[in-house]
């Protein structure tokens, strides 16, 4: 209906358009123009020939082959995907769990107290949760004599639960009890209700905040620049740690390779999406 | 819980029972199934915020970490300098400085967002729904993209040799290039650049909700474009305005990164103060008294948003 109405108040023109404001359009597209146009340079001079991050000399995909060979790379990428994925399937796995109690329920004590601490790590600024888990790691590891890897990706996964969450919650309360009251009255045993009913129809929820997490634990620096031991540096800290440097379009390659996975992903979250409607 | 019931009355006693059982079993479920996400947001997230309010009371140790010994010498310090030579303290404006430069910044770039926000929200928001879905997946993609790469990209714009002051060369604007790398208005754009998604899409999916019905009766009643934004459109997207606002404001005042490359030394804000005091600064307590300052920060402003923006609005009368 306000669909129609658009399309013949367009043709009457903006005069009588009741939701038309002037010059809302042009921030839009303002607004747009602003996030995009910098990553725009940045893809770009990662096919330049030149050292040059400015001046355009010839195309070439010379920086893409210098990164794939770079050992530092190599390194950082494979520990990143090592973090990223155990956080990934540990942080969804415990989202679900906490979605399936939190979600289609009469509210129970702690019900609430429980969504804030799952929501906590988006409430606290990451460099204060990053020094918090400096010190309390710090702690640990002076205890037990315990060190590796494992405290980078108990952190990690612990501030994914939150973004894992988000869609599987979403999912769940789109989804009305009707189907699973059915197969319990067809004497279907509860586990039996959830493995053929409720996780099935859950699913692109969890695919999406398995992505999310994924991405976000790729995508973080703040937290694993406090928590990372030696020779931990994951991708993001490797370039954190060239652009300190100095800059050059080896940087700029990988960095496209990034965006080029997250926007990958992301498209993919958009479109699982889309398939519930 | 229906598979306990029949028809018999005797079974009534029995039936109770089964009902409590079941009732304990859900319980059960529910604290199970909660448990490990919980405790591990506890224990890494919440339950170390506790020891870095104790290490804010205590001395750093020779080589960075503490030592354990009671002192105030952290929050002294935030307001007095110690002279190297006698011992004694004078007021420094510092880290004041700092602190007040990290909250302008916040706010500055909290109300940037809104500007450009609100009316990328409210055209997002009146496009007919393919076109609206590919705007906001538009807005989605920059929101999920790595923040470091994003304001690396902002600096290869804003530097001397950057693609604003050699065009600006080139056309001959300018002579020499204007710094802007390394400024107070560097962090703030970038900030702005950051956090403008977050802005958008709360306050889109409050317009989305957005009745127009009631705009339609307000031009009835002679209303201008402008007063019908002013006293109908904003307080009806006024939950949607105060969750944006909150989600750029909370992630500005603990900004680090955006800080770290575009303001380099000369524009810190409290996030490189912290991290500097936990890196080369080895001064754990410090650190630890400006992260509980920065919190502090950050629950007013929550405190502000649960108080004056989280309840719904209606719209405006008169």
């Known amino acids: 209906m306000a669909n129609t109405s658009t399309t013949t108040t367009r043709k009457l023109g903006k005069a009588i358009d009741l939701k038309y404001q002037p010059g809302f359009s042009q921030i839009a597209w303002f607004c747009i123009a602003v996030l995009y146009a910098p990553i725009a340079v940045l893809v770009f001079f990662s096919f330049n020939e030149n050292r040059s991050v400015t001046v355009w000399t010839q195309f070439s995909l010379d920086w893409y082959v210098k990164a794939w060979n770079n050992e530092g790379i190599q390194h950082a990428a494979l520990i990143s995907l090592e973090v990223a994925l155990v956080a990934m399937i540990v942080s969804t796995i415990m989202a679900t769990m906490a979605a399936l109690v939190t979600t289609r329920t009469e509210a129970y004590r702690g019900l609430n107290s429980a969504i804030a601490v799952i929501n906590q790590p988006l409430m606290v600024p990451e460099i204060v949760t990053a020094v918090a888990t400096l010190i309390f790691f710090a702690i640990i590891k002076q205890v037990t004599g315990v060190s590796g890897i494992g405290y980078l990706i108990a952190a990690h996964t612990a501030f994914c639960i939150p973004f894992a969450y988000m869609p599987i919650r979403a999912r ?97 979250i958009f479109l699982f999406g889309k398939n519930k409607k | 819980m229906g598979s306990g019931m029949t028809d018999q009355p005797t079974t009534h006693i029995q039936l109770s029972s089964s009902v409590v059982a079941e009732a304990k079993r859900l319980r059960n479920t529910r604290y199970a199934l909660l448990a490990p996400g919980i405790l591990t947001i506890f224990c ?109 990209a902002m600096l290869l714009i804003l530097r001397d040799q950057g693609v604003i002051n050699l065009s600006l060369i080139e056309i001959g604007l300018i002579d020499s290039p204007i710094p802007m790398l390394y400024t107070d208005f560097a962090v703030c754009l970038g900030l702005v650049y950051a956090y403008l998604p977050f802005m958008v899409l709360p306050i889109f999916a409050s317009l989305e909700k957005l009745d127009f019905r009631l705009v339609e009766a307000s031009y009835d009643l002679y209303a201008t474009r402008f007063k019908v934004l002013r006293r109908i459109i904003v307080p009806l997207a006024k939950p949607g305005i105060a969750a944006g606002c909150i989600l750029v404001m909370i992630p500005s005042l603990g900004a680090f990164i955006t800080p770290a490359l575009l303001g380099g030394g000369k524009s810190l804000m409290l996030g490189n103060l912290i991290e500097l005091q936990f890196g080369q600064a080895r001064n754990w ?24 923006g989280a309840k719904k609005g209606t719209p405006a009368h008169g």
């Open chain 2, 44 to 152: 890494i997230g919440i339950m170390p915020l506790s020891i870095v309010l104790v290490y804010s009371f205590l001395e750093p140790g020779d080589f960075g970490g503490i030592s354990w010994v009671l002192s105030f010498d952290a929050y002294v310090q935030l307001l007095f300098e110690e002279d190297i030579f006698d011992e004694t303290l004078s007021f420094t404006t510092d880290y004041i400085q700092i602190f007040l430069r990290s909250v302008s910044l916040a706010l500055f770039t909290t109300i940037a967002c809104l500007l450009v926000g609100f009316p990328t929200a409210y055209f997002i928001a009146t496009q007919p729904p393919a076109r609206r879905n590919a705007w906001l997946f538009l807005i989605t993609i920059p929101f999920w993209t790595n923040l470091l790469i994003r304001t690396y």
């Open chain 2, 285 to 308: 307590p410090f650190g630890s008294a400006i992260a509980l300052v920065l919190m502090v920060l950050v629950m007013l402003s929550l405190i502000s948003y649960l108080r004056f």
């Open chain 1, 172 to 268: 769940l309360e789109d989804m009305n009890l009707s189907l699973e009251q059915a197969a319990a009255d067809l004497y279907a045993p509860p586990f039996k209700v959830f493995r053929r009913v409720t996780l099935p129809l859950m699913m692109p929820g969890i695919l999406a905040g398995a992505m999310l997490a994924f991405i976000v634990s790729l995508d973080d620096v703040i937290i694993t620049l406090f928590v990372a031991g030696p020779g931990e540096t994951t991708l993001p800290l490797y370039i954190l740690g060239q652009i300190r440097r100095g800059v050059t379009p080896e940087i700029n390659a990988v960095s496209t390779v990034f965006v080029g996975i997250s926007v990958i992903l992301v498209t993919f």
